[in-house]
Structure formats: C-alpha cells, structure tokens
C-alpha cells in the first residue's frame, strides 16, 4: 500500500489510513509514532506537531504535502535528530532517535553551505561527520565534484 500523507492545517495533521503505529516496523524507512512537538516561548507554548503518526515504507515515495508554516520540515528535522519531540517516537530503520541521525539527509530550499569552508570542505562535511577516513572523503568529494560540473572551484568559496 503506497502511503500519501496530506497535511490538512496548523497545527494538526490527517492521520493517513492505516498509519497508526503500534512497534517499530522493519518495512519502514522512517515512521514517526504518535509525535508532539511543542515550541515554548514568553508568549505561550506553539504546538508544532500534534499527535502524527506516519511510516514512510522502504522502497516506496512518501510524499509530505501542505501549505506553508503546516510541519513539513519539522517532520524531516526530527527526522534527522536536530529537534527531539515532546512527547511520541520517531523511529529510523526501525531505531528510535535519539540524537542527530547520520543515516539520513534533507536538503532544504535554502543554502545550507558554511559561508567560511570551500567546496572541498562544505562536499567533505557530511563524510567527516560520518567518520569515513580523510583520504576516502576526499576521493568521494572530487568524485562528486567532478559528477556535478564544479571540477576547478574546489577551493572557492560559496561567495565566489
């Protein structure tokens, strides 16, 4: 069953059929199982995300639909491991996560380079932080590089 998640509004999303998670899944790549996540601030608490259940099965495209300010990317940054939900699991290959998630990657709409690091540098990050052994980054890097016509910029900086 090919699973479709629409977000209807703020805060609250539509529970797609048959999403409602019990345990973790094997079949899924990522599932959340009944999420909060509350912002605090002076003014009050901002519920973010209210009582989202959804698997996103491997294998299969889940698409994440709404408009604006709904939660699509606070699902992919729990996702990740940069936000921690209030109350509820996010799980990842079956795991429950519990800190930054170094098994998935999103790219947002907006540049996420580091203004101060070279091509070289923002391409080898994510290996760093992987641990994969300088030499091996680099190679993968170049490789990467050259894949997406930057070869000769890999010491400029996203500026130039």
């Known amino acids: 069953m090919q699973t479709t998640m629409l977000m209807q509004g703020v ?28 912002f605090g601030s002076e003014d009050g608490t901002l519920l973010a995300l209210d009582h989202v259940s959804l698997s996103a099965p ?6 994440v639909v709404g408009p604006s ?3 699509k990317t606070t699902l992919l940054r ?6 921690k939900p209030s109350s509820g699991r996010v799980l990842c290959d079956g795991r429950e996560v519990k800190g930054l998630n170094t098994g ?24 760093a932080v992987r641990d994969v ?4 980054r680099r190679e993968c890097a170049m490789e990467w590089i050259n894949t997406v016509g930057l070869a ?9």
Do not use: H, K
Request: include cysteine; charge should be negative.
């Open 152 to 160: 000769g910029f890999e010491n400029s900086y996203p500026s130039q």
């Open 104 to 127: 998935v990657g999103f790219v947002t709409q907006d540049s996420n380079l580091f203004p101060w690091a070279t091509t070289l540098a923002n391409v080898e990050f994510p290996l």
């Open 11 to 38: 805060p609250s999303l539509a529970r797609a059929e048959g999403s409602s998670l019990v345990g973790a899944d094997p079949s899924s790549a990522i599932e959340f199982d009944d999420v909060n996540l509350a």
């Open 69 to 71: 300010g709904c939660g």
């Open 58 to 63: 491997r294998g299969q495209l889940t698409s």
């Open 133 to 136: 052994p300088r030499r091996q």
């Open 78 to 83: 729990l996702a990740a491991g940069l936000l």
